[in-house]
């Protein structure tokens, strides 16, 4: 049965002290949010798949951080490689085209290392899009910008999982890289769920909002048993269900 896949791309930075204090010398308006001045700390990616009769399937939960693998360099190749391996499937970031692709293309000019074809600018490309920023999809022609915590809280995403949802600071011990990796596969997930309202308000066929979200969140659970918000994730998927179940019996 054909399936439209999507892997779902959230990264967390940090500042680079050294690189600002070099910036500040030359130009002492430079500021630390600067996108020069910003290195790749963690990654996660979330697949999940929609076939032809609204199903969801979802695929593993991936992370990388500077904990478990050492440096940038090492984060960033990973997440390329495991792009690249599954070039078929278009990333899906919120802000990306902004935020986190300027960062990784100069994490790439620094370490020499190759894009993934979701990445790499191809002047005339024809077909499918590799790459789908959902943030410039929602505010299309007009000058409004939402945040993704805004647009998860419009779609009734409860408050304590959308809060989790800001930045991080950079962790200083093992526990706290824990909490990071949590965070930025939780971000993956809260994408997805905001992909999902796209598709369905773009009239997906056979795709129903409520059934999917559970299928994402269930999906993830399965491969994040221990995640710190798993009893939030939970109960929000067990009120859905009862939503569903509250309305067949008023169909009834």
């Not at 998860?152 to 909490?179: E, Y």
Request: charged residues 25%.
């Amino acid at each position: 049965m054909a399936k439209q896949s999507y892997i779902a791309l959230d990264c967390e930075f940090h500042w680079d002290q050294e690189l600002h204090k070099a910036h500040r010398a030359m130009d002492h308006k430079s500021k630390r949010r600067a996108v020069a001045v910003k290195k790749v700390m963690a990654a996660a990616a979330f697949q999940f798949s929609i076939d032809n009769e609204g199903r969801i399937s979802t695929g593993e939960v991936a992370s990388w951080s500077e904990f478990d693998w050492g440096d940038e360099e090492a984060v960033v190749a990973q997440l390329f490689d495991y792009l690249r391996a599954r070039e078929d499937k278009p990333i899906v970031t919120f802000g990306g085209l902004a935020t986190d692709i300027p960062v990784l293309l100069l994490a790439g000019l620094a370490h020499g290392i190759r894009l993934p074809p979701q990445m790499i600018d191809q002047p005339g490309r024809r077909g499918p899009r590799p790459h789908l920023d959902l943030g410039l999809m929602l505010k299309g022609g007009g000058r409004t910008w939402s945040h993704l915590s805004q647009v998860l809280l419009r779609m009734g995403v409860p408050f304590d999982l959308v809060a989790a949802k800001p930045g991080v600071r950079r962790p200083v011990s093992a526990g706290a890289w824990q909490n990071l990796r949590d965070h930025v596969e939780l971000d993956c997930l809260l994408l997805s769920i905001a992909k999902l309202g796209w598709l369905v308000a773009q009239g997906t066929d056979c795709l129903r909002l409520e059934p999917a979200i559970i299928g994402l969140i269930e999906g993830f659970l399965r491969r994040r048993p221990d995640h710190s918000l798993i009893n939030e994730l939970r109960t929000y998927s067990n009120r859905l269900q009862q939503e569903l179940a509250d309305g067949f019996d008023l169909a009834a």
